[in-house]
């Protein structure tokens, strides 16, 4: 069975730094794409960050309104994947996702129960 | 950026009755790269249907989409209980991947 469970999640104030895990299970992690996508409360959803498989380096992609403060990276030895987001604004208020991209496109076949990541003095 | 318009925003129906969705794109979305999913309150988003028309596994056939450039349609045929939630669209044709604002589906 397929799980993804995110953690880190939690009240921070403006300016301030936090690290989001999704732990996987259930499929070989190394194999896959892998994304976060938020959404905030009451709102639609919204995809954040991706990183690559290691057959495609690692590489990793954001969204613009987070570039240059968030960070994706993973641990296929761990099976995890890491949000780290910094210079957080009241506008990255969110529960935050974690999403495995299916081996046949870029859409999300699993996902996580998600993470409330709340900015605020 | 391809923007995905979703109408209605809600949309009020009674159990059995056929719901339709549309999802329309500022651009064509190529390979016809459109995924479609539900939300339950208080729940992750769960996957319907991708490249325009094909349901994920498990997706019971009462679930339909339709569509190709820039305009797509989920179907439900006859509405069942469980199936009143949000109804997102997503576009993966192009980067970066897109969400529509959702659909409401209630019950009437």
């Known amino acids: 069975e397929v799980q993804l469970v995110e953690s880190g999640g939690g009240l921070v104030q403006p300016g301030g730094s936090l690290r989001l895990s999704c732990v996987v299970s259930?499929?070989?992690?190394?194999?896959?794409?892998m994304d976060w996508v938020r959404q905030a409360p009451g709102k639609g959803l919204e995809w954040v960050a991706r990183s690559k498989n290691k057959a495609n380096s690692y590489t990793t992609e954001y969204t613009a309104s987070v570039k240059g403060r968030f960070t994706i990276s993973r641990d296929d030895s761990k099976n995890s994947l890491y949000l780290h987001m910094s210079s957080l604004t009241t506008e990255d208020t969110a529960v935050y996702y974690c999403?495995?991209?299916?081996?046949?496109?870029?859409?999300?076949?699993?996902w996580g129960q998600g993470t409330l990541v709340a900015v605020s003095s | 950026e391809i923007v995905l318009t979703q109408s209605p925003g809600t949309v009020s129906l009674s159990p059995g009755e056929r719901a339709t969705l549309s999802c329309r794109a500022s651009?064509?979305?190529?390979?016809?790269?459109l995924a479609w999913y539900q939300q339950k309150p208080g729940q992750a988003p769960s996957l319907l249907i991708y490249e325009a028309s094909f349901r994920a596994t498990g997706i019971p056939d009462r679930f339909s989409g339709s569509g190709s450039g820039t305009d797509f349609t989920l179907t439900i045929s006859r509405l069942e209980p469980e199936d009143f939630a949000v109804y997102y669209c997503?576009?993966?044709?192009?980067?970066?991947?897109?969400f529509g604002g959702g659909t409401k589906v209630d019950v009437k």
């Open positions: 997503q576009q993966y044709g192009g980067s970066p991947l897109t």
């Open positions: 259930g499929f070989i992690f190394s194999d896959h794409y």
């Open positions: 651009q064509r979305v190529a390979g016809n790269y």
């Open positions: 999403a495995r991209a299916a081996d046949y496109g870029d859409f999300f076949d699993f």
